[in-house]
């Protein structure tokens, strides 16, 4: 896919040898390149499975009235969306990265663990077939929201252990993601690569690595006890036998808590990477940024019960959380007007990564607003599980992690190809889908406050406009995203030409992966490089 | 047409990034007609107001940085990095702010939590797929569904949802209070989680099965106030609304006298006409039925049977009296359903058309009971209606749903 055509470094007399030939090139890899790649070929797919079902979502709601699917139906389809984008699409695109960029970026040669590497890819691929099986099961995929609360989730049928095998899977798949990062990282550096020197693309990844290994665990916890309370007699979520349902939702939110973070943080490294370069400016505050990404990892493991200030949480349970949280918007904070200092009398230019940067600023601190509204308990009373949180958590997902994914191609697909894609055509997906993002999610903010929940496939007839605005939002979002698969296709057949070894200007000061030729060897750093002095520190 | 313009303004309202203040469009929270609803009210637009505030000074400042420090502009890049003095006073302001914010915030959650000292007290229990409401001081009780109009429409595609009258927000039986009376609810759940809101109120609760949850509220205007299940509860969870009448004291005790006599009320007894017990089945139907055997009585294929075509059905009706009074490990049991109603649904599921059933008999409700539930009701077994015996006698046992055709 790539397009890398093996340029041995022939005066080494060690001996490196280039690809397998064939298909048996990806199923047996051990190379970060190509595994990051099929990471990424691997998630944009998803991308569109999990956008596919957004839009039969979508398209249930353009109207009151139930038109087009079976509300059974329209709860497979919210989980299954949620499912498949969560551990499909931007966990994976983001795990490509870190396998493409973390090695090149650190001046390694490879993944520190490269069986390990093939491995969890492949696992990972058979936990999200798996999790698609379900679709096809009697009685249906699962329909009882993507936090698999029971006793609603004992109710579903055939697909429920495959679901719960398909989720250790792709745990087990992201623990050794992780471990392999975090391996990578401590031991890989090139000499002179401080921890304090590393790009922060690398230090989130790291700080991502250890949230991973420390919650994936716990999730498959969690329903391996739902697997032992359908078909073994246990009663850890049954009030009959004396269990109790909410202590799922406390160990569930241990992990979704700083699963959503899993998400966000790599975001934040990859954004601190690219608004440098266009602002031709050091990042402003790296070490800042740093703690601020530490800090909030570790918020993120003492905060999980806002999710569930309505479950019948004791007082002293409902101030401490709505403490914790309301911290949060410290060091988002920073990290917000950090990159708004970078680009402060900055000499911008505003190539599409740059402007999908920009926009996920700016929307992903709307996502933060309405995140600090929600950290407010007594608020959270009238907000909870209406649209108001369903627009909450996409603003700080699609026009956050997914606006930096596409910006991640984009900056680097010169790197990764060798050619420059279109900027005209990479300019029009990018106001087309800015455009459209707000149009499908911003009017969710009035229909939760209005009074409409979240997850139903018909509505009362005072929420029909936005509802309606929404749709085509999602409809103009959703086919604006064909652009950036024809790009990408476009740039791997040579696109406008040829790129330079740094691509953008004066993008060696910025990185490593800029000293290396584009496309990128097939193995780079074999030696390693003289680091150069970086503005941070 | 009308509705193409509506649309249009909206598209273009929302690019300029304005709200429109059209009358059909909430776009913000309501006040609501408690104490805590206003107070919440208040929180929000409070924290509302101060991120509006950062987000203009921030968004402010990284716009005019992006119309004047651009390349494009001949502005050279600086190449400041850090700035001590200025990043602790970006953190020392939002943590004020947060302090601000706190504070009222602890008083509501104090508010919310003061459920002591109530005048009366509700049981609201979250079933799949409706609600159950039990006065514990008058011991009225009884189920809230939603409105047939509704479960029609939703279910047959060639009614307009948008000519029925609040539509998806309407039920059978309302929930009624009283104003100016703390009232403290409890909350509990049956099979799944459900969640009890109503905006107007101020506040959600889920009701946990197995477990009570409890908060109050006190009414401060008469009113209907509308709300739904917010806790995703299966496949029926967007069709389980819930409606408040809140009405002054003495027309509220009113009421109270009036449904406990109802409540209270002997069945009746006397005999219906096949079209009328026909269509009281269908309304039962409705209610209680619908939602897994569908309004076609096809049921869901691996989830719930068909009721078209069941031997069970259209076989022997003392046997399905019996089923339906039993329920199942699935299906709920229908004890409680008067014989009136009782029998009006069994001549329903096996003689109407929409389900495909044509036994061709009807059930009185008098045959529909039991020698012990005749006794019952009638002490005195004499004082029962003669269409309760034959020829004089009690001789349920014999009497069978009569052939009509």
Not at chain 2, 82 to 104: D, K, Q, S, Y
Request: aromatic letters at 12%.
């Amino acid at each position: 896919m790539t397009a890398v055509v093996a340029e041995h470094d022939d005066h080494h007399d060690h001996h490196d040898h280039g690809p397998e030939k064939g298909i048996l090139r990806w199923i047996i890899t051990t190379n970060h390149k190509d595994i990051g790649t099929m990471y990424l070929v691997f998630g944009l797919i998803m991308f569109f499975v999990g956008g596919t079902m957004a839009l039969i979502i979508r398209s249930e709601l353009f109207e009151p009235g139930l038109q087009f699917v079976d509300p059974q139906f329209f709860n497979s389809m919210t989980t299954m969306h949620a499912l498949v984008m969560v551990f499909g699409a931007v966990m994976p695109a983001f795990v490509g990265l870190a396998n493409w960029m973390i090695p090149m970026m650190i001046g390694a040669p490879d993944m520190a663990l490269p069986r390990m590497n093939n491995m969890s890819f492949w696992m990972l691929v058979a936990g999200v077939l798996l999790l698609a099986a379900t679709l096809f099961m009697e009685g249906g995929a699962p329909a009882g929201g993507w936090t698999l609360y029971p006793p609603l989730v004992l109710q579903t049928g055939k697909a429920l252990p495959f679901a719960i095998f398909s989720v250790h899977m792709l745990g087990i798949s992201s623990i050794m993601g992780a471990i392999n990062v975090i391996a990578t990282i401590f031991n890989m550096r090139a000499p002179g690569m401080t921890l304090m020197k590393m790009p922060l693309f690398v230090w989130t990844w790291l700080i991502t690595a250890f949230l991973l290994i420390a919650i994936m665990p716990v999730f498959a916890g969690a329903v391996t006890m739902l697997l032992t309370d359908r078909f073994f007699d246990t009663s850890f979520f049954n009030a009959a036998g004396g269990g109790d349902p909410v202590l799922y939702q406390h160990i569930f939110w241990f992990f979704g808590h700083p699963e959503v973070y899993v998400m966000i943080l790599p975001t934040f490294g990859v954004a601190s990477t690219i608004i440098p370069v266009f602002a031709r400016k050091p990042l402003f505050g790296y070490a800042s940024m740093v703690y601020a990404t530490a800090a909030i990892a570790f918020l993120s493991f003492i905060v999980w019960a806002h999710h569930m200030f309505t479950v019948g949480l004791p007082i002293a349970g409902e101030l401490y959380f709505m403490y914790a949280t309301m911290l949060i918007a410290i060091p988002t904070g920073v990290k917000v007007f950090n990159w708004t200092a970078t680009m402060w009398k900055g000499e911008m230019t505003f190539e599409t990564p740059m402007l999908f940067s920009i926009a996920f600023v700016v929307l992903f601190t709307m996502g933060g607003f309405t995140g600090l509204m929600m950290s407010v308990a007594p608020a959270d009373f009238q907000y909870h599980d209406t649209y108001f949180i369903v627009a909450h958590f996409h603003y700080t997902l699609v026009p956050a992690s997914i606006f930096i994914l596409m910006a991640s191609g984009y900056y680097w697909l010169p790197k990764w190809t060798g050619n420059m894609y279109d900027e005209r055509i990479g300019r029009l997906h990018f106001w087309l889908s800015a455009i459209s993002v707000n149009i499908l999610f911003f009017p969710q903010h009035f229909l939760g406050l209005a009074g409409m929940p979240r997850r139903i496939p018909d509505y009362a007839i005072q929420f029909a406009d936005w509802n309606m605005v929404s749709s085509i939002g999602a409809f103009i979002y959703g086919f604006s995203q064909l652009l950036f698969v024809y790009i990408v296709i476009d740039t791997i057949r040579g696109g406008t030409g040829k790129a330079t070894a740094e691509v953008w200007e004066d993008a060696s000061k910025h990185g490593l992966e800029w000293t290396v030729p584009s496309p990128a060897p097939y193995h780079t750093f074999t030696t390693p490089p003289e680091i150069i002095p970086t503005e941070h520190v | 047409m009308k509705k193409t313009k509506q649309l249009l303004a909206c598209l273009v309202l929302m690019t300029l990034g304005l709200g429109t203040a059209h009358a059909d469009y909430t776009l913000n929270l309501m006040r609501g007609v408690t104490q805590v609803s206003n107070e919440i009210y208040d929180l929000h637009m409070l924290v509302l107001w101060i991120c509006v505030f950062i987000g203009i000074a921030v968004f402010g400042t990284m716009f005019y940085s992006i119309f004047h420090h651009r390349k494009s502009k001949g502005h050279k890049a600086a190449q400041f990095h850090e700035n001590t003095t200025v990043e602790i006073i970006w953190t020392i302001i939002p943590t004020l702010i947060l302090v601000a914010m706190a504070i009222p915030a602890t008083k509501a959650v104090i508010d919310l939590d003061k459920v002591q000292d109530s005048d009366m007290t509700i049981k609201v229990t979250g079933k799949q797929w409706y609600w159950d409401y039990e006065y514990l001081d008058s011991g009225l009780h009884f189920e809230s569904h939603l409105d047939e109009a509704s479960e029609k429409a939703h279910r047959v595609s060639s009614i307009d949802p948008r000519s029925v009258p609040n539509y998806l927000l309407n039920v059978d039986k309302p929930l009624v209070v009283p104003v100016k009376t703390k009232i403290r609810f409890l909350f509990t759940a049956a099979d799944v989680i459900h969640s009890w809101w109503v905006p107007d109120l101020g506040w959600k609760k889920d009701a946990n099965p197995g477990f009570v949850n409890d908060a109050w509220t006190s009414v401060d205007k008469p009113g209907v106030y509308r709300g739904q299940c917010t806790e995703l509860c299966g496949r029926d969870h967007g069709f389980m609304p819930i409606v408040v009448i809140a009405m002054e004291k003495e027309q509220y005790d009113a009421w109270v006298k009036a449904e406990l006599e109802k409540q209270n009320a002997l069945p009746d007894l006397s005999k219906q006409t096949r079209a009328s017990l026909l269509l009281k089945g269908e309304s039962v139907y409705l209610t209680n039925c619908v939602a897994c055997h569908q309004i076609d009585g096809k049921g869901i294929s691996g989830w719930y049977p068909a009721l078209s075509g069941s031997a069970k059905v259209t076989g022997d009706v003392h046997q399905l009296i019996g089923f339906v009074q039993a329920g199942t490990s699935k299906m709920p049991a229908f004890k409680k359903l008067p014989a009136d109603q009782l029998a009006g649904l069994i001549t329903y599921i096996r003689n109407a058309p929409d389900l495909g059933n044509k036994v061709g008999d009807e059930l009185q409700a008098c045959h529909a009971l039991s020698l012990d539930e005749l006794e019952d009701i009638f002490p005195d077994i004499d004082n029962a209606p003669e269409l309760c015996k034959e020829n004089g006698e009690v001789k349920l046992d014999k009497v069978v749903a009569e052939k009509t055709n």
